[in-house]
């Protein structure tokens, strides 16, 4: 299948872009000195398919490019504001997937931790096409919202569209590479459940993870948000080649609604952005008990 | 991994009044909110110069409503009248039911939120908590972070106002927890749910 990065926007439609946030800043600034300066982050669309062909999957990229200064959150901010928000509409028969998060980085804080993104984040959207295309071209459109904050923080929102190309018949792979979407994809967990030598288990409330640390000597967990799930002490070691997280869980299923209970939450090895990083959802049953084996993969392009 | 330590400060450029507001808890007391138990009780000042106890209002539905004038997210809610809306529903489940704002941004003064309550043409207080005790006995951690209280003064509801911080979702796709807390309270059922991860702002408290 072909994949080549694709700079999206047209140059006009970047300076809107920029243009979008940085009006938005004005508008929604905190402070008079914060909302006179230029907007912290910059937003620009990427896809990684110029030809896609009936049922294949590709994906929008969203880049965010914030000031050093400044940082947006990833989709559990912690005791940060609020994540970004990315609502794409694609044409009729279009199947948008769930957006794929990088890693992200821990900063403590006077309250507790946030867990942030610095510099540049992409996050990506999965879409599947239909079954039937016709020859010519489809329109996804992107409306993108975040709070990026430094001391205090400012809203932005940028509304942007890509346009790709469609065939009717299957698009055949090559060789071209990815080169720009290549780097932030290598950010992107890998599912838990797919390292071997992982274990997982889940009694009395204690949540158990370990698998091989891959010569890493730091891991961390970060547990992403659930109805009627919380996360309380927690402990995480690498002792040998090995880590291990155990963390007491609370559930309050009154707080879940008719939704399933479900523990979800990201271990990353290392420092570095795209050192490894592996996810994991553990649906829980009705007598909020889990049977192991059950686990939920994620989508890493 | 990398941890940097960032500590909240005041924002640039920010005018410091501090205003002598009077914020006393029950005495030997301070304790945290909880869900299921009496809410602390306090006494704050408001932008007209009127003390007010969360005790005077023994046997009536209480919201209380963590604000700053100067959060984006605040602005957006009022802008939105996301608010205002759920103030109103409120009133319409139960017209005994009080609504309280209260700053606990450490350079917040009287005239600010004078200002606001003015400018959009609030019929609920603003009380001012410039030393935070009051925000701390509640652990108020956002703007805005509501609490819903019921008329035997239990803390029944702490969280998010509603599950649409960037006012982005429809009606339909909106839930204000708020509104369902006090409809839930006033049909004598369980608050459900009970919390909800606030998002917005973090308090401005003092160092």
């Not at chain 1, 000031?67 to 199947?95: C, Q, R």
């Not at chain 1, 799930?229 to 879940?256: K, Q, S, W």
């Not at chain 2, 500590?7 to 909880?34: D, H, I, Q, R």
């Not at chain 2, 009536?60 to 100067?70: A, C, G, H, Y």
Request: proline share 6%.
């Amino acid at each position: 299948m072909r994949r080549h990065s694709r700079l999206a926007s047209t140059l006009a439609g970047s300076a809107a872009l920029l243009a979008a946030g940085a009006v938005h800043a004005q508008i929604e600034g905190a402070l008079p000195a914060i909302a006179a300066e230029p907007h912290p982050v910059s937003v620009r669309l990427l896809c990684d398919a110029d030809l896609i062909g009936p049922r294949q999957t590709f994906h929008v990229a969203v880049r965010f490019d914030v000031h050093k200064e400044w940082h947006i959150y990833w989709k559990n901010p912690g005791e940060g504001a609020m994540p970004p928000d990315i609502e794409l509409t694609a044409p009729d028969g279009y199947t948008v997937g769930t957006v794929l998060w990088p890693r992200p980085t821990a900063v403590t804080t006077s309250i507790g931790p946030e867990y942030c993104y610095f510099d540049t984040a992409v996050l990506f959207v999965p879409i599947t096409a239909p079954a039937t295309l016709t020859d010519g071209t489809a329109t996804l459109r992107v409306d993108t919202r975040w709070a990026a904050c430094r001391e205090v923080c400012v809203l932005g929102r940028v509304q942007s569209e890509v346009t790709v190309n469609t065939s009717s018949r299957p698009v055949v792979s090559s060789d071209g590479p990815d080169l720009e979407l290549a780097a932030f994809r290598k950010r992107l967990p890998d599912p838990l459940a797919d390292l071997a030598g992982a274990a997982i288990s889940f009694e009395q409330n204690i949540l158990t993870l370990g698998g091989p640390a891959g010569g890493m000597t730091r891991a961390a967990f970060f547990p992403i948000d659930r109805p009627g799930i919380t996360y309380e002490a927690t402990a995480v070691t690498v002792d040998g080649d090995r880590f291990r997280v155990v963390t007491r869980v609370g559930l309050t299923p009154h707080n879940a609604g008719d939704e399933p209970m479900v523990l979800a939450g990201l271990v990353t090895l290392g420092e570095k952005p795209d050192d490894p990083s592996y996810d994991f959802e553990i649906p829980l049953d009705r007598d909020l008990t889990w049977k192991a084996g059950a686990l939920r993969d994620s989508k890493k392009p | 991994m990398k941890v940097r330590r960032l500590l909240t400060k005041m924002g640039v450029g920010t005018a410091v009044v501090v205003l002598a507001a009077s914020a006393t808890a029950l005495a030997g007391e301070e304790k945290v909110a909880k869900i299921g138990e009496p809410a602390p009780n306090f006494t704050l000042v408001d932008s007209n110069g009127q003390t007010r106890s969360l005790s005077e209002y023994a046997g009536r539905i209480v919201v209380l409503e963590w604000f700053n004038t100067q959060c984006p997210v605040v602005q957006k809610c009022y802008r939105l009248k996301t608010i205002q809306t759920a103030h109103d529903r409120v009133m319409d489940l139960d017209k005994t039911a009080v609504w309280m704002a209260i700053n606990s941004t450490s350079s917040t003064n009287a005239e600010q939120n004078a200002v606001w309550t003015k400018q959009y043409k609030l019929d609920f207080p603003i009380l001012l908590d410039v030393d935070g005790t009051v925000g701390h006995q509640f652990d108020a951690k956002r703007t805005p972070h509501m609490f819903v209280i019921d008329q035997k003064g239990i803390l029944r509801y702490n969280g998010a106002i509603d599950n649409n911080a960037y006012g982005s979702k429809s009606a339909d796709e909106t839930t204000n927890y708020v509104v369902n807390a006090v409809q839930q309270i006033v049909e004598g059922e369980t608050v459900a749910p009970d919390m909800v991860k606030p998002y917005g702002c973090t308090v401005k408290y003092g160092k």
